[in-house]
């Protein structure tokens, strides 16, 4: 069955970081709805063991399916490399879109050889990321890290200061160290610490993520799915949450700017 064209686009993640994916998203096709699902009882995934991580994903992505969503972009770094296989296997029906940390553009972009990849544990040591390093890295040394405590600070609306330095400054001065001059943010939580991670890092280093390609990614596929909205107005966001409602609207408001309620779901 074709999907409604005016259905709401799906996103989900294992807390509030991938509105920094939905924020592209809204920014390139501004008429579509949007209905965002946080897993936060169980943030983050990327200290979780794979077949948690799958488990998570096919439910929450089971409950967008079943509040009628068109598309499902998958806003986890951590779930897009464990579970986006057995995704399509189980919805058939439904189109995903996955991420994979910007490997190929900050290959082009270094001119000292040298780049960096911050993710999550699990993304670190997961084969994906290897296979991906492999393929694009091109005589480049790509040095990759685990950022342990980022997604923390994000879900706690701490985006800067002393708090925010004493956690990055260790994951990153062995970056630095190594003459790292692209800094790939491999977690959709993290650009909302770009702003500290670039004062820390300097204007010398360039620091990208994956979210412009994902919103491209996602308007190619309405595009040729003929799943545009067909609205000309800006469309809205439903947000939702497995964990605390008040909790993830104060940090919603803190990261965006912008008061959105949130809605506790079981999942």
């Not at 592209?24 to 077949?51: H, K, L, N």
């Not at 096919?58 to 998958?74: R, S, W």
């Not at 497995?242 to 008061?259: F, P, Q």
Request: net charge negative.
């Amino acid at each position: 069955m074709t999907p409604d064209r005016n259905a709401p686009i799906g996103i989900f993640d294992s807390g509030i970081g991938g509105l920094s994916v939905w924020r592209e998203i809204a920014a390139m096709i501004p008429a579509e709805q949007v209905r965002y699902i946080a897993d936060s009882a169980f943030v983050p995934y990327g200290v979780r063991p794979p077949e948690e991580i799958r488990a998570r994903s096919i439910a929450v992505a089971g409950f967008l399916i079943e509040h009628g969503v068109k598309l499902v972009v998958v806003a986890c770094n951590t779930a897009s490399a464990v579970a986006i296989d057995e995704l399509r296997a189980t919805f058939p029906q439904m189109q995903f879109v996955g991420l994979e940390p910007a490997v190929k553009p900050a290959v082009g972009m270094t001119m000292t050889g040298r780049v960096g990849v911050l993710a999550t544990p699990r993304t670190v040591s997961g084969d994906r990321l290897r296979v991906l390093i492999e393929h694009w890295s091109d005589g480049v040394q790509v040095h990759t890290i685990a950022g342990n405590g980022m997604v923390e600070l994000v879900e706690a609306g701490a985006l800067g200061g002393e708090e925010v330095d004493r956690v990055i400054g260790p994951i990153l001065d062995p970056l630095l160290a190594q003459d790292t001059d692209v800094l790939v943010l491999g977690c959709t939580h993290y650009p909302f610490l770009r702003d500290a991670i670039q004062t820390y890092v300097g204007t010398g280093v360039r620091v990208i993520d994956s979210g412009n390609a994902v919103a491209r990614r996602t308007l190619s596929l309405l595009q040729h799915g003929h799943m545009l909205h067909e609205r000309g107005k800006p469309g809205s966001i439903e947000l939702f949450t497995t964990g605390d409602a008040n909790d993830a609207t104060r940090v919603v408001e803190l990261i965006t700017g912008r008061a959105m309620p949130v809605t506790h779901v079981d999942v």
